[in-house]
């Protein structure tokens, strides 16, 4: 099923959102290397003699200002409910279900 749903989504252009950065245990070198594009963190974080720790963000797929998230498997049974605000729209995001809120003229995915 994710494989039907990132062809389905890529060929309407969303895109998967992926932001990589570096961290360490010491909270004021992050604040101070937050900013910083992921090779200078890095380099920050080494030159302080700290242990840099790679982490991401990851978005499964992305238009304009919309985000969606697919879920299946052991996360999808997780007891939570988010509400989303995007744009004046409140929506109520259940795990289990996708739902696709269009918010576009078009009325595109």
Same mark, same amino acid.
């Given at each position: 099923?994710?494989?039907?749903?990132?062809?389905?989504?890529? !060929?309407?252009?969303?895109? @998967?959102?992926?932001?990589?950065?570096?961290?360490?245990?010491?909270?004021? /070198? &992050?604040?101070? $290397?937050?900013?910083?594009?992921?090779?200078?963190?890095?380099?920050?974080?080494?030159?302080?003699?700290?242990?840099?720790?790679?982490?991401?963000?990851? !978005?499964?797929?992305?238009? @304009?200002?919309?985000?969606?998230?697919?879920?299946?498997?052991?996360?999808? /049974? &997780?007891?939570? $409910?988010?509400?989303?605000?995007?744009?004046?729209?409140?929506?109520?995001?259940?795990?289990?279900?996708?739902?696709?809120?269009?918010?576009?003229?078009?009325?595109?995915?």
């Amino acid at each position: 099923m994710n494989a039907e749903f990132k062809r389905l989504l890529s !060929t309407a252009k969303w895109d @998967e959102s992926r932001v990589s950065y570096w961290v360490t245990k010491n909270e004021k /070198l &992050i604040r101070k $290397t937050l900013t910083l594009d992921a090779k200078e963190q890095k380099k920050e974080i080494e030159e302080a003699g700290e242990s840099p720790i790679y982490s991401y963000n990851q !978005t499964d797929f992305v238009k @304009e200002r919309v985000a969606i998230e697919v879920q299946f498997g052991k996360y999808s /049974l &997780i007891n939570r $409910t988010r509400m989303t605000h995007i744009e004046g729209i409140y929506a109520d995001f259940k795990p289990i279900f996708l739902f696709l809120i269009r918010v576009n003229p078009l009325n595109q995915i």
